[in-house]
Nanobody, 119 residues
Framework: QVQLVESGGGLVQAGGSLRLSCAAS????????MGWYRQAPGKQRELVAA???????NYADSVKGRFTISRDNDKNKVYLQMNSLKPEDTAVYYC?????????????WGQGTQVTVSS
């Protein structure tokens, strides 16, 4: 079993900053990527940013230049620094860990943390 625990969400005014953290624990093998997704009310879950174990970081166009993802491989942690927040960033943010083992892809999710940006 793999557990992901997020922290750092909250309420912030437009232009402000928040830092999300996610810690993964359990039987973790063959990590392919760690990242963050978000889901706003009435919308589908979307990728915010992801760090593959090999390869370059991937950001959604809407957050490029404002958000920075980082990863601590030794501690199986991933962070999301969010600056210049906008009301449209309001959503539940989910931590994701993807593993690939013997060609089988497995996605694990945290419980989600609410980010609310007021105008």
């Amino acid at each position: 079993q793999v557990q992901l625990v997020e922290s750092g969400g909250g309420l912030v005014q437009a232009g402000g900053s928040l830092r999300l953290s996610c810690a993964a624990s359990g039987n973790i093998f063959s990590i392919d990527a760690m990242g963050w997704y978000r889901q706003a009310p009435g919308k589908q879950r979307e990728l915010v940013a992801a760090i593959p174990s090999g390869g370059s970081v991937n950001y959604a166009d809407s957050v490029k230049g404002r958000f920075t993802i980082s990863r601590d491989n030794d501690k199986n942690k991933v962070y999301l620094q969010m600056n210049s927040l906008k009301p449209e960033d309001t959503a539940v943010y989910y931590c994701n860990l993807r593993t690939i083992l013997l060609a089988k892809i497995s996605d694990y999710w945290g419980q989600g943390t609410q980010v609310t940006v007021s105008s």
